[in-house]
């Protein structure tokens, strides 16, 4: 009960944050409205395409959550607020699931929200969109885990400088924008071997149906998510005992 009151004082500081939310939600459905009409209308290739540019700006979405989330994070250490919360009988799982619970609601919000969007500009309705979702919630787990990451390793205004870089990874790694395949060389190879790539190409292959590769997708993005996460709890456990 402690935790779920906790999420819920989270969730509510997120919600409140007009600036993160238009960040977040309204921001790459605006994107996935000019590429998706651009793609139409003078055919810039078939990354834009609805059925392939949808699930990957659900994953450019997915690092604006962590970045705000380590704002919030990285706030509440400022402030203080959890320096007296420590002496509160709540444990470090209590705080962790407290931060992870209103990012994965939002997450959630952000992935069928996107889909509506995708839908209104052309996506095919089919039963592989359900097919994808606990694939996407998989791969939002890994973007929380970053986010409180950066909130138990970085001061406030450090986020909003890494959480920008960060961003820029995913789409530029992960192949938002163009192949990976159309650059090449360290490029590609560096893509590949982060898990940003296999993040897109697991959204897209499930929502079409393929499922080539789908488990190595699967397990490369589990394995950045246990080491992430892993990291952050010795950080945030860290930062109790400071």
Not at 39 to 46: A, D, P, T, V
Not at 133 to 140: E, H, K, Q, T, Y
Request: glycine share 8%; net charge positive.
């Amino acid at each position: 009960m402690k935790t779920i009151i906790f999420a819920r004082r989270n969730l509510k500081e997120m919600l409140n944050d007009i600036l993160s939310l238009f960040f977040m939600i309204v921001l790459p459905a605006f994107l996935l409205v000019l590429m998706v009409t651009l793609n139409k209308n003078i055919g810039l290739n078939e990354t834009f395409a609805v059925e392939n540019f949808v699930p990957s700006i659900i994953i450019f979405s997915f690092p604006f959550s962590a970045m705000f989330s380590g704002v919030l994070v990285s706030r509440d250490r400022s402030n203080s607020f959890l320096a007296r919360l420590f002496v509160s009988p709540l444990k470090a799982h209590h705080y962790i699931v407290g931060y992870m619970l209103p990012l994965l609601i939002i997450s959630f919000i952000q992935i069928i929200f996107l889909y509506i969007v995708g839908i209104i500009l052309g996506l095919k309705i089919s039963i592989y969109i359900i097919v994808s979702l606990p694939f996407l919630v998989l791969i939002s787990f890994l973007f929380v885990n970053v986010g409180l990451l950066f909130g138990s390793t970085l001061k406030e205004q450090q986020v909003g400088g890494v959480g920008s870089i960060f961003i820029q990874f995913v789409a530029f790694l992960g192949g938002v924008w163009f192949p990976l395949e159309i650059v090449g060389g360290a490029f590609e190879i560096a893509g590949k071997i982060l898990p940003f790539y296999h993040c897109i190409q697991l959204a897209q292959k499930t929502l079409a149906g393929n499922f080539q590769n789908v488990l190595l997708h699967t397990a490369i993005i589990i394995g950045y998510t246990i080491l992430v996460a892993l990291l952050a709890i010795f950080s945030f456990k860290k930062k109790m005992i400071e």
